[in-house]
């Protein structure tokens, strides 16, 4: 099993930075990709960026190409999400999760692990 751990998240003003972390541990290995997703009160959780263990090619949605980065440290187990010029429709419950299908896929039910999750507000 994956074990995922969120943190880096807290309320900032709109325009601002944020760097949530996800630690993982257990069978790292067994995961092919690592991904981001958020939900907002009363909305579906949505993909925001996903990366490969391996290689490192990553997938970042539309709203936030541009201002979110998403990194891995291998040696680390660790993935990293960058939010720069945040928005208020940026904020949400932002998740870290692992997937062992071997495609770098935004689908939701691709990913068998999930962290708790880490608030994100971003007052305008």
């Known amino acids: 099993q994956v074990q995922l751990v969120e943190s880096g998240g807290g309320l900032v003003q709109a325009g601002g930075s944020l760097r949530l972390s996800c630690a993982a541990s257990g069978r790292t290995f067994s995961s092919y990709a690592m991904g981001w997703f958020r939900q907002a009160p009363g909305k579906e959780r949505g993909p925001v960026a996903a990366i490969t263990w391996s290689g490192g090619t990553t997938y970042l949605a539309d709203s936030v190409k541009g201002r979110f980065t998403i990194s891995r440290d291998t040696a680390k187990s660790a993935v990293y999400l960058q939010l720069n010029n945040l928005k208020p429709d940026d904020t949400a419950v932002y998740y870290c999760?692992?997937?062992?299908?071997?495609?770098?896929?935004?689908?939701?039910?691709?990913?068998?692990?999930w962290g708790q999750g880490t608030q994100v507000t971003v007052s305008s």
């Open positions: 999760a692992a997937s062992r299908v071997r495609q770098l896929t935004p689908k939701l039910d691709h990913y068998n692990y």
